[in-house]
């Protein structure tokens, strides 16, 4: 009797910690989720400091990002979301610090293909971005 | 520094077992890095090498058995473990892809051999339920880890 | 007395992940058991033969997603001494926080699931409230809250800032209390002592013929941890003890998990003491020199073991990925044999099955 009483008494100062915290759920997707600084988020480049070197494309694991090459200096960047592992890879092997991974969530969709960003664009005319 | 005076003590005594006991098998050891030695035997003393090694020198705990096919046989490691890690390596040609089975005195290495079985293909005599382990229930009988 | 199959999996409530066992049962009783193991088989061993070091990385991170960063230090531990690359100590440090922090992790979660399969939900809801401490901390040092993707060969790819380590103390400190006092329930609590104690025992004998690993083989009375006897830096120049009961049962896994992570929790304090200045990576080319290499970690749940050969490229010619749960499933027939159907559960989540890395 001694002994299941006790097993009672143990978890009370548990019963109050965990009523004083109040409760816990983020009221995601109706407010911001909380994230961390350094959270491994959306891939985001800067355009200007881009060379089309495709180290982030060598390294990709999950072949997320693609160079569409068209000569010397005209090429595109594309990303494709839907096969991205947020493991940051290509922000390590970019040496010219253009592609980074932002802290930032986005929402699901029901169609892949609205998914895939051009994350940059040399070529000579660029048609307008519809996407 | 004890503790390799102690492995070098240990393997000394192992690998003149294994010359007493196969006078005929051209053995060779290879210290590797990170605690592990290899020896290589020939596949008809793999059996008894590890019969040794558990019996006699205690190394009870067989960690895993891999298969690699180098493209002209297709070799086997079974790697031990006791406070220092030892490798019995050896080849199969693939004319001849069988071997006995650890199964009759290390029961754990069943799932190891049956894993072994499906991705290379070698046979391990003397195995009471010698079936597919990861291969689905359709599995066509190809090998995925063999290069040709 | 009539004989009943039970088919549970591969999909079934109790189960997180697909397997498949056949029990046969008779009454209450259940007299023999089989699995199926293979529905989440991957095929990584073979994906790595074709993808870069690099890439590897990130793939074998995947196996398992409790313990991920053990898979990579292993792998990287292994290259690495391909490579003849000496680590700066910090990286070494910081590496071994991640994976002491990881055992915390898992362990908890893994004493939530056993509170959640014998129906005292209670401690199921606290033991995650406070992993949920641990993994904000591991979120908050590499970005990732399971998938920390921190490990590169030649270091690791975060760093601590001197505050960063001080309130990192401070947050250890408020999560042993709460572990004590999870480990006192396991110690006291009389239900969870009523369903767990004397259910899938094991003996040493049966350990040791079954090659077990881990937390499973240490409550049957196998003194065996890796980064004792085995001692790599930082782990030989840290104390600590190997808790080891002798019970063998579901009841000595679960104390001799808590002991564990009370374990870790010290040791995390000891690396943040230690924690010595310098950078956190080399350089190290993408080529590895041919030759091949066996490398060895304490996991959460036990040993794992890599088999990586390298053929000069900067691909590796084979992996062999051994993961601790492959070694300790075998156990199951002879652990499921004669307990009560009710039981099953009890045994299931007492060898912590992760079918992810089974499977890989
Ligand atoms: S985060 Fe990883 S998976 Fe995603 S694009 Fe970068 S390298 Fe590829
Ligand atoms: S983002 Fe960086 S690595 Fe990728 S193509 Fe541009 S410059 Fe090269």
């Known amino acids: 009797m001694g002994f299941s009483l006790r097993s009672i008494v143990y978890l009370?100062?548990?019963?109050w910690r965990v009523l004083r915290a109040g409760p816990l759920t983020v009221q995601f997707p109706f407010a911001p989720p909380e994230l961390q600084e350094g959270y491994r988020g959306q891939v985001v480049v800067d355009a200007a400091r881009c060379r089309g070197c495709s180290l982030c494309v060598r390294d990709c694991p999950a072949f997320a990002l693609e160079l569409e090459r068209e000569g010397r200096e005209e090429y595109r960047l594309i990303y494709h979301p839907d096969r991205?592992?947020?493991?940051?890879?290509?922000?390590?092997s970019c040496q010219f610090g253009a592609i980074r991974l932002s802290n930032t969530f986005t929402r699901a969709t029901a169609d892949r293909d609205t998914l895939t960003r051009v994350l940059v664009d040399r070529r000579p005319s660029p048609p307008p971005l519809d996407e | 520094m004890n503790r390799l005076l102690r492995q070098l003590h240990l393997f000394e005594e192992i690998f003149s077992a294994f010359q007493a006991a196969f006078p005929d098998d051209p053995l060779t050891v290879q210290a590797m890095p990170i605690d592990e030695t290899f020896v290589t035997l020939a596949p008809e003393h793999i059996h008894e090498a590890c019969e040794i090694l558990v019996e006699r020198f205690d190394f009870y705990h067989l960690s895993t058995i891999t298969g690699l096919d180098t493209g002209a046989a297709v070799e086997l490691f079974y790697h031990f473990w006791n406070a220092y890690g030892i490798t019995l390596r050896t080849a199969l040609p693939y004319t001849a892809l069988r071997i006995a089975t650890l199964t009759d005195f290390i029961p754990g290495a069943a799932f190891y051999e049956r894993e072994l079985y499906t991705m290379l293909g070698v046979v391990f005599e003397g195995h009471v339920n010698?079936?597919?382990l990861l291969q689905p229930d359709d599995w066509d009988g190809s090998h995925p880890l063999r290069k040709t | 007395m009539t004989k009943i199959i039970v088919p549970i999996g591969p999909q079934h409530p109790l189960l997180k992940e697909p397997v498949s066992f056949q029990l046969t049962v008779e009454g209450e009783h259940v007299t023999e058991s089989a699995m199926r193991l293979g529905y989440v088989h991957r095929g990584i061993e073979r994906l790595c033969q074709e993808r870069t070091y690099v890439q590897n990385i990130h793939l074998l991170e995947r196996i398992c997603g409790i313990c991920s960063h053990v898979h990579t230090t292993t792998f990287c531990q292994g290259v690495e001494a391909l490579l003849g690359v000496k680590l700066p100590s910090r990286a070494l440090y910081l590496?071994?926080?991640?994976?002491?922090?990881?055992?915390?992790h898992s362990h908890l979660l893994w004493l939530g699931v056993l509170a959640l399969n014998i129906g005292f939900d209670t401690i199921f809801?606290?033991?995650w409230h406070d992993r949920e401490v641990v993994l904000d901390?591991?979120?908050?040092?590499?970005?990732?809250?399971?998938?920390?993707?921190?490990?590169?060969?030649?270091?690791?790819?975060?760093?601590?800032?001197?505050?960063?380590?001080?309130?990192?103390?401070?947050?250890?400190?408020?999560?042993?209390e709460q572990v004590r006092i999870l480990l006192g329930v396991v110690e006291h609590e009389q239900t969870l002592q009523a369903r767990t104690r004397n259910v899938g025992r094991l003996s040493l004998e049966q350990i040791r013929r079954y090659c077990v690993v881990g937390p499973v083989a240490r409550a049957s009375g196998l003194d065996v941890d890796l980064r004792r006897d085995m001692p790599r830096p930082p782990y030989d120049g840290l104390?600590?003890?190997v808790p080891v009961r002798q019970e063998g049962d579901v009841w000595a896994r679960t104390l001799v998990r808590m002991l564990e992570t009370v374990e870790s929790v010290h040791l995390c304090r000891q690396m943040l003491d230690l924690l010595p200045p310098g950078p956190v990576s080399t350089r190290v080319s993408r080529r590895v020199p041919a030759g091949e290499v066996v490398s060895r970690t304490e996991a959460p749940r036990g040993e794992v073991v890599y088999y990586i050969r390298s053929d000069g490229s900067d691909k590796p010619a084979r992996v062999k990925v051994r993961t601790p749960t492959l070694t300790n499933l075998i156990t199951l027939p002879s652990q499921l044999e004669n307990v009560n159907m009710a039981d099953?559960?009890?045994?299931?989540?007492?060898?912590?099955?992760c079918i992810a890395c089974a499977d890989r």
């Open chain 1, 12 to 15: 009370l100062p548990q019963v």
């Open chain 1, 84 to 92: 991205c592992a947020y493991c940051g890879q290509c922000e390590l």
């Open chain 2, 130 to 132: 010698l079936q597919p």
């Open chain 3, 95 to 104: 590496r071994a926080l991640l994976c002491e922090l990881e055992r915390i």
């Open chain 3, 125 to 127: 809801m606290y033991a």
């Open chain 3, 137 to 176: 901390i591991m979120e908050d040092l590499s970005g990732g809250r399971v998938s920390h993707a921190v490990n590169i060969v030649g270091g690791v790819r975060f760093d601590l800032t001197d505050d960063r380590r001080v309130t990192l103390l401070r947050q250890l400190n408020g999560l042993e």
């Open chain 3, 239 to 241: 104390t600590f003890q």
């Open chain 3, 344 to 353: 099953v559960s009890v045994v299931l989540s007492g060898v912590d099955l």
